[in-house]
């Protein structure tokens, strides 16, 4: 299907592993993020990347790992994962040019829980 | 320090009435900015945006004001609909800006 989609959907991990959340996009936009969100917060940024094999960091980036070998796939990791990093992650994308630039599409989310 | 604020966590609305979600800014070098909406268990969506250049952006029922020398925007629906309860998003950013900057939300009942 085409859009841009989030697996797995629900998570539940423990403290110390390692988690891989998925962010696969079908429009070929140049630029993917990956936020979380939680009370009071908003949405804060992860980690974004504007191309295939460039990433940067976002507003959070302690603990999170990426990489974009491919334009429509950017995985987010956990390296081990902690209870502070329970969240709601949602991938979002978006296309080159400034105005649309902005306008980013955002997948369904993933709720992860680390016990 | 929260950037982007939107000091009215919810809000509660009657059918048929207007709307008003309110958004202040600290960064002066923010000149776009966005509305996103988002329900329960859904990515958010792209709502309305607007640029520095203009004080006024209109879609239908929603309209955003900015009021650029406040560093203040605000989304108006008129009129509301049970459909417009939701989670709004308030975002910035920048030309020289790689990343959109998100408020923490106001949560909109609109009650039928």
């Known amino acids: 299907d085409a859009g841009i989609t989030q697996s797995p959907r629900y998570k539940i991990t423990e403290t110390g592993r390692q988690v891989t959340l998925m962010c696969h996009q079908t429009?070929?936009?140049?630029?993917m993020f990956w936020y979380r969100q939680d009370l009071g917060h908003g949405l804060r940024l992860i980690y974004y990347?504007?191309?295939?094999?460039?990433?940067d960091k976002g507003e959070v980036p302690d603990g999170y790992v990426v990489s974009r070998s491919k334009t429509e796939n950017f995985p987010l990791t956990l390296e081990s994962a902690t209870r502070s990093q329970t969240s709601v992650y949602f991938c979002?994308?978006?296309?080159?040019?400034?105005?649309?630039?902005?306008?980013?599409?955002f997948g369904p989310g993933t709720r992860l829980t680390v016990l | 320090d929260q950037q982007v604020k939107q000091n009215s966590p919810s809000l509660s609305v009657q059918e048929g009435r207007i709307s008003i979600l309110n958004c202040d800014y600290t960064?002066?070098?923010?000149?776009?900015f966005l509305w996103y909406k988002k329900y329960p268990a859904e990515g958010p969506t792209f709502l309305i945006s607007?640029?520095?250049?203009?004080d006024k952006n209109e879609d239908g029922r929603f309209t955003v004001f900015l009021n650029k020398s406040a560093k203040h925007l605000s989304l108006h629906i008129v009129p509301s609909q049970p459909g417009d309860s939701a989670v709004y998003f308030c975002?910035?950013?920048?030309?020289?800006?790689?990343?959109?900057?998100f408020g923490p939300g106001t949560s909109l009942s609109v009650i039928p």
């Open positions: 960064n002066s070098m923010f000149d776009y």
């Open positions: 429009w070929s936009h140049s630029y």
């Open positions: 607007i640029s520095s250049i203009k």
């Open positions: 979002a994308s978006s296309e080159t040019g400034e105005r649309y630039y902005n306008e980013q599409f």
């Open positions: 990347s504007a191309a295939a094999d460039i990433t």
């Open positions: 975002a910035a950013s920048g030309t020289s800006y790689d990343k959109v900057i």
